[in-house]
C-alpha cells in the first residue's frame, strides 16, 4: 500500500529519493548543473541565478571598499596627518558591511535591473510577460527581504552549535596539547583578522543556511501541496510575477535609455569612483612629471644617441658582447619554445574535455592537468626567473627554464583549447570506421590541429624573445644583463644602444612570425 | 533472399541531459540486400537509430542483432571488427577538410590495416590500390591528391561514399546523405548508393527528407515520429493520409526529381 498523500513517509521516499536519484545521475553524467524549470524556463541555477546574485554583491562590496578607501583619504587631507592614519571602525563594522551590502544587492535587483541580472539577460515580468512595475517591484522586494531575513536568522542560528563545537573542540584540542588551526592563525593576527575569520564563517552559514532552507522549503511545499510544483520564489507568488530572459518580454513604448537605467547609472558610478581610487592609488602627480621632464634632458640625449661601441667588441667588465647577449636570447626563447611545444603537446590532450574520458578518473586528469595550465600561467616568467635564479644560480638557465613553465602553460592551454574545438565529424566517421583511440587521433584529430598548433608555437617563439630580453634583468643571461649592467652603471649611451638591438629583434620576429602564421592558418 | 540481417529489438535511447527520449521501444528487422529508407521529421530519431547501430551512440536499453549476434555488449577489438563491417556515409560528409582525398579515403581501411604502420601513414599496397579502384568507381581518381576542403559538395560526398566502400561493408548507414546537396547531385550520390545495393548486394539504411526520393530508391520504408516506428512498409503504400501522420496536419510534399 503507498504511503499516505501527504505523510513524512512519502516525503522521503518521494521528494529526498527523486532528488537523490537526480544527484548521483547528474554526478555520473559529470554534468555539474541541474536544470531548475520556473514557469516553463529552464534555469541552471548557478549560472542563471547565484552568479547574477554574487556579481551584484562582489560590485557593492567594491563600491563599499572605495567608500572605506575615500573616508580615510579624506580624513587625513582635512586633518593634514600622514598615510599611517586611519580611521577606526569598530570590529563588527565588517560584518555589517557584507550582510549589508548582500541587502543592498537584493534591493537593486528587486527595484531595478541589476548589472548582474543585465548581464545574465534576466528580468522580472508580470502574467502578461511586461516589465513589472514600481509598486509590484517594491512588494517584491519587502517579501524578498523578509525571506533573506528569514535566511540570515536561520543562518545565524547555524553558526550557534557551529561556535559551539568550535569551542568544545578548542577546549577538547588545547587541552590534549594540541590548536585548532585557526585560532593559531587568526589570533596572533589582531582583532581584525579574528573578526575577517567571522566573516568567512557567516558568508559559509549563508550559502549552507540558503541553500538548505531553499531545498528545506521545496519539499515543506511538495509536502502540503503535493503535487503542485514548488519552484517559483516566495516573492514571485505573492507579486504574481515571475523571473523570464529579457528576449521573451513583451514590451511596449520606447524602451529606457540606457544611463537612466540603475544598471546604467551603477555602472558609470563604479568606473567613475574607481578611476578616482585608482589615481590616488597610483600616487599620480602631473607636477612631478611636468618639473622633473625638464631637468632631464642630459638623460634623455644620452639615450638617443646609443653607442653600438660593445656591439661586435666585448664589453671589458662583462666580457661579452652585445650581439652574444642578444643571440643567447634568442636561443633561450627558441629553446623554450621548443621544449615547452614537445611537452604541451601530450598535456594538451589530457587537458581537452573531448579526449579525457568521461568517467570520475578521466574529470580527475583533466582538472589536474587545467589546474596546471591555469597556475602556470598566473605566474609570471619574470617571478619565476628570479625564483629559479636564486636557487640554480643566475644565467641563463635559470631564465629558459622560467620561460619553459610559462611557455608549457601557455602553450598547453591554447592547444587544448584548440582541441576542443575541433569538427567532431571526422572523429565520428574514424571511430565508425573501425579505427582505435590512437589511429581517431592521428587521423581525426591531429590533421585538424595541426596547423594551429604551428601558428600558436611560432606566436610563443615571438613572446618568449620579448620576454627573455625581461629576464635577463633579473639574472636570467641574455641581452637583458647588458640593459642591468649599463643601468646601473648610468651609462645611458650604452642602455640606448641595447633599446634599439632589442626593439629591432622584437620587431623582426613579429613581423617573421606574423607573416608565417598568416600563410599557415 | 529475405534473410534478416539486422534485427533490432525494443531499442530504447535517453538522452540523460534534459530526460530527452529519442528512441522509443524500436522493434525492426532489415533483410539482407535491403534499400531501407527512414522518414521522418527532424529530430524524430532517425539519426539516433543509425548511430545505435554501429554505437557511436549507446543505446539505453534494447538489443542489436547483427547476423544473429548482439552487438550491444561488444567492446573494444570486438566492437571495433563490428564497425569496420559498417559502412557510414554523414550528412556533412565528415571528411578531415585539410588532408587529402587519398588520405581521407585509405582512413576507411583503418579497422583492417595494421595499427603501427598506419600511424606514420603508412598502408599495405593492396590498400592503396584498394584506394585507387574505389576513387575510381566514384570517378575522383585524378582528384586523389587534392585537399578535401577544395572539393565540391557533390565530390566530397563522393569521397565518404569512397570512404565507405574501403571498408567493403555488409551494410551502409547514411545518414541525410544529401541533405546538403542540391537536387542533381543529391540523385547522382543516391545512386551510386543504389548501384552498391544492386551490383554487391550491401544492405543500405538511409535516412532521407525527401518522399520522392525515398519512393525511388527505397525497397521499404520506415517511418519515425517522436523516436518510434509509426509506418513500416512499401514506398508505395505511404498515401497522403499516412504522409499526414508522419509529417504532422500542416505538412505538404515537396517534389525533388
Not at chain 2, 564497425?83 to 588520405?103: A, C, E, P, Y
Request: with cysteine.
Amino acid at each position: 500500500m503507498p504511503p499516505r498523500v501527504g505523510s513524512f513517509a512519502r516525503l522521503l521516499s518521494t521528494r529526498w529519493g527523486a532528488l537523490a536519484k537526480r544527484a548521483a545521475r547528474s554526478i555520473r553524467a559529470g554534468t555539474k548543473h541541474v536544470a531548475n524549470v520556473w514557469n516553463g524556463m529552464r534555469f541552471r541555477v548557478p549560472k542563471d541565478r547565484i552568479a547574477p546574485l554574487a556579481a551584484d554583491w562582489g560590485l557593492l562590496v567594491l563600491l563599499s571598499y572605495c567608500t572605506y578607501f575615500l573616508i580615510n583619504h579624506w580624513y587625513r587631507a582635512l586633518n593634514n596627518v600622514s598615510a599611517v592614519y586611519r580611521v577606526h571602525f569598530p570590529n563588527y563594522a565588517y560584518v555589517v558591511a557584507v550582510v549589508a551590502t548582500f541587502l543592498l544587492a537584493v534591493l537593486w535587483e528587486n527595484l531595478g535591473t541589476s548589472i548582474g541580472w543585465k548581464s545574465a539577460g534576466l528580468v522580472r515580468a508580470d502574467t502578461a510577460n511586461r516589465p513589472l512595475r514600481f509598486l509590484p517591484r517594491a512588494a517584491h522586494f519587502f517579501v524578498d527581504l523578509a525571506a533573506w531575513s528569514l535566511t540570515a536568522l536561520a543562518a545565524a542560528l547555524a553558526l550557534v552549535p557551529f561556535a559551539g563545537l568550535a569551542t568544545l573542540l578548542y577546549g577538547v584540542v588545547s587541552r590534549a596539547g594540541l590548536m585548532l588551526i585557526p585560532t593559531v592563525v587568526f589570533r596572533p593576527l589582531g582583532p581584525w583578522y579574528t573578526t575577517f575569520g567571522w566573516v568567512i564563517a557567516l558568508v559559509l552559514a549563508l550559502i549552507v543556511a540558503g541553500t538548505a532552507s531553499w531545498w528545506g522549503a521545496r519539499a515543506l511545499w511538495s509536502w502540503l501541496w503535493p503535487g503542485r510544483k514548488a519552484e517559483r520564489p516566495w516573492a514571485d507568488r505573492v507579486v504574481g510575477s515571475h523571473v523570464c530572459k529579457a528576449s521573451d518580454l513583451e514590451r511596449s513604448g520606447r524602451p529606457c535609455p540606457w544611463w537612466r537605467t540603475s544598471w546604467g547609472l551603477m555602472a558609470l558610478l563604479l568606473v567613475a569612483v574607481s578611476v578616482y581610487v585608482g589615481w590616488l592609488t597610483a600616487q599620480v602627480n602631473l607636477s612631478t612629471l611636468v618639473h622633473r621632464a625638464s631637468s632631464t634632458g642630459d638623460y634623455w640625449q644620452k639615450l638617443v644617441t646609443p653607442d653600438f661601441k660593445y656591439f661586435l667588441a666585448p664589453e671589458p667588465d662583462l666580457h661579452d658582447t652585445m650581439l652574444n647577449g642578444i643571440i643567447q636570447t634568442i636561443f633561450m626563447a627558441l629553446l623554450a619554445t621548443l621544449l615547452g611545444f614537445v611537452l604541451a603537446l601530450p598535456l594538451s590532450f589530457l587537458g581537452a574535455r573531448n579526449m579525457v574520458t568521461k568517467n570520475r578518473l578521466g574529470w580527475g586528469i583533466y582538472t589536474l592537468t587545467r589546474a596546471f595550465f591555469n597556475i602556470g600561467r598566473s605566474i609570471e616568467p619574470f617571478v619565476m626567473a628570479v625564483l629559479f635564479a636564486t636557487t640554480l644560480g643566475y644565467g641563463p638557465f635559470a631564465g629558459c627554464l622560467a620561460l619553459l613553465v610559462h611557455t608549457i602553460a601557455a602553450l598547453g592551454k591554447l592547444y587544448s583549447e584548440q582541441i576542443e574545438a575541433i569538427d567532431p565529424g571526422p572523429v565520428e566517421a574514424i571511430t565508425a570506421c573501425g579505427g582505435g583511440r590512437t589511429q581517431v587521433l592521428r587521423y581525426g584529430v591531429v590533421p585538424q590541429v595541426v596547423p594551429p598548433f604551428l601558428a600558436f608555437t611560432l606566436y610563443r617563439w615571438d613572446i618568449n624573445v620579448r620576454m627573455a630580453t625581461v629576464i635577463g634583468m633579473v639574472g636570467g643571461g641574455g641581452i637583458g644583463r647588458f640593459f642591468n649592467y649599463f643601468k646601473n652603471e648610468l651609462r645611458w649611451h650604452e642602455v640606448g644602444a641595447v633599446i634599439v638591438i632589442i626593439a629591432v629583434v622584437v620587431w623582426i620576429m613579429d613581423y617573421v612570425s606574423g607573416r608565417v602564421r598568416e600563410r599557415i592558418t | 533472399m529475405a534473410e534478416p540481417q539486422l534485427v533490432i529489438e525494443h531499442l530504447t535511447k535517453v538522452y540523460e541531459r534534459g530526460d530527452v527520449h529519442a528512441l522509443r521501444d524500436v522493434s525492426l528487422t532489415v533483410n539482407r540486400g535491403d534499400f531501407l529508407v527512414l522518414i521522418g521529421l527532424s529530430g524524430s530519431g532517425k539519426s539516433t537509430l543509425l548511430r545505435c547501430i554501429n554505437r557511436l551512440i549507446e543505446p539505453t536499453s534494447g538489443r542489436i542483432l547483427l547476423d544473429g549476434v548482439d552487438i550491444t555488449q561488444a567492446k573494444g577489438a570486438e566492437l571495433r571488427k563490428v564497425r569496420r563491417r559498417i559502412g557510414m556515409v554523414f550528412q556533412h560528409f565528415n571528411l578531415v577538410k585539410r588532408s587529402s582525398v587519398l588520405t581521407n579515403v585509405l582512413a576507411g581501411r583503418l579497422g583492417y590495416a595494421p595499427p603501427g604502420p598506419t600511424l606514420i601513414g603508412r598502408f599495405p599496397r593492396e590498400d592503396v590500390d584498394r584506394a585507387h579502384q574505389s576513387l575510381e568507381t566514384v570517378g575522383l581518381l585524378e582528384k586523389m591528391y587534392t585537399r578535401a576542403d577544395q572539393l565540391s559538395g557533390g565530390q566530397q560526398q563522393r569521397v565518404g561514399i569512397a570512404r565507405a566502400l574501403m571498408q567493403e561493408p555488409e551494410l551502409i548507414l547514411a545518414d541525410e546523405p544529401v541533405s546538403a546537396l542540391d537536387p542533381a547531385t543529391a540523385n547522382s550520390i543516391l545512386q551510386y548508393l543504389e548501384a552498391m545495393n544492386h551490383q554487391h548486394g550491401v544492405t543500405v539504411i538511409c535516412a532521407l527528407h525527401f518522399l520522392s526520393l525515398a519512393r525511388r530508391y527505397g525497397t521499404r520504408i520506415i517511418a519515425l515520429k517522436d523516436g518510434a516506428v509509426v509506418f513500416e512498409g512499401l514506398p508505395k503504400e505511404i498515401d497522403n493520409v499516412r504522409f499526414k501522420e508522419i509529417y504532422g496536419e500542416d505538412a505538404e510534399e515537396v517534389e525533388v526529381r
